[in-house]
């Protein structure tokens, strides 16, 4: 089979497959897609009573305003799994990333099936994939796929639907990895697909925990926790009288930080799951560490650099981890007022 299709459009500019229009229904889940696709679906399929998934509370804050911006009722629900939604859509739409985790697209065909009512309808509307990919994938899964027409609109060739018949097991998607430091103990950390970094210790991470500076008893703030390692390994020299905040955008990732906190024995931790780092209390962390997004043009790393200072306590150590110290330097200085960079494993580490 060599039908591979990549159209340049954004699925938000193009028209909704005439497939998508006829077969979707009430109650509908939307999963994952940008705020400009989902609302483009939601106006399209004007009238709809429709839940949108997201695992991110920074894309679901967006998808919200998008929608009240363009007067289209549906509930968002950022949740660390789809299958978490309570069962019963009579229709389930996916809007895959463009160029997203793989793994990710297979957990989330594998979730979908379980939030659908018996003979509900799985529609995966994608612009851009490999045409193999999502065939195969939803062929294990559901059994029978149906294939867009070949001769069929430029919309109308990238949507393919499934029906769910019969049951089948819930199968979880994780991968778990143990990762040392130096002389320390060797710790256990679940990951699981949509999260940073699944399947293996980061080496940015690494380089940070291997020049982080925490004393017995400190407060400690792993902004941008993803799974926790960081914020473990930080646990672990703070010991019983220390305290972590692991803080995620990612519900998912929270959910996975609270998860391997317990699992490796941290005594005295909180999560909070939120894009704008509301919930720890201000001016009192010992150390705050972070290992940033390089997405979005540094606007998360330079809103993690501002967070930090008001965090942190005035004795407070900031560490950030990174290959763009010249992108973030300025705003390091004018903020800390002074600092150093350690250079670790290829990485910059920006200590004040
Ligand atoms: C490069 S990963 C680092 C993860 C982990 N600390 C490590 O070192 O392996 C960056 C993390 O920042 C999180 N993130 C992105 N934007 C965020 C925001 N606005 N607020 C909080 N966390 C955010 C991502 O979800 C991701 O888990």
Known sequence: MTRR?????????????????????????????????????????????ATCFQLDHFQGERLREELATANCSAEVCVLADLWDLPAGFASVLYLPARGGERELKIDMIEQAYHILRP??????????????????????????????????SRSESSLLWCVREGDRPRRRHEITFQVKIGEGPSCRFVSRPGTFSYGRFDDGARALCEIMEIEAGDRVLDLGCGVGTNGVFAAQRAGEHGYIAFVDSNQRACTLAALNARANGVAKFDVFATST??????????????????????????????????MLTPQGKFFLVTRQPRELGDLFLETFGQGDVVENRGYAIMCS
């Open 277 to 310: 780092v509301e919930g720890p209390e201000p001016d009192s962390f010992d150390v705050v560490l972070a290992n940033p997004p390089y997405y979005a043009n540094s606007t998360i790393a330079q809103m993690f650099i501002r967070r930090a200072k008001q």
């Open 5 to 49: 299709k990549r159209t340049a459009l954004p699925l938000s500019q193009q028209p909704l497959p005439v497939t998508l229009l006829a077969k979707a229904r009430s109650p509908l889940a939307i999963v994952l897609g940008s705020p400009a696709e989902v609302r483009h679906v939601l106006a399209e399929l004007s009238g709809i009573e």
């Open 119 to 152: 003979h509900g309808l799985f529609l995966v509307w994608s612009a851009y994939e490999d045409e193999e990919f999502f065939p195969a994938q939803l062929k294990k899964v559901f059994g029978k796929v149906h294939l867009p027409p070949q001769e069929g």
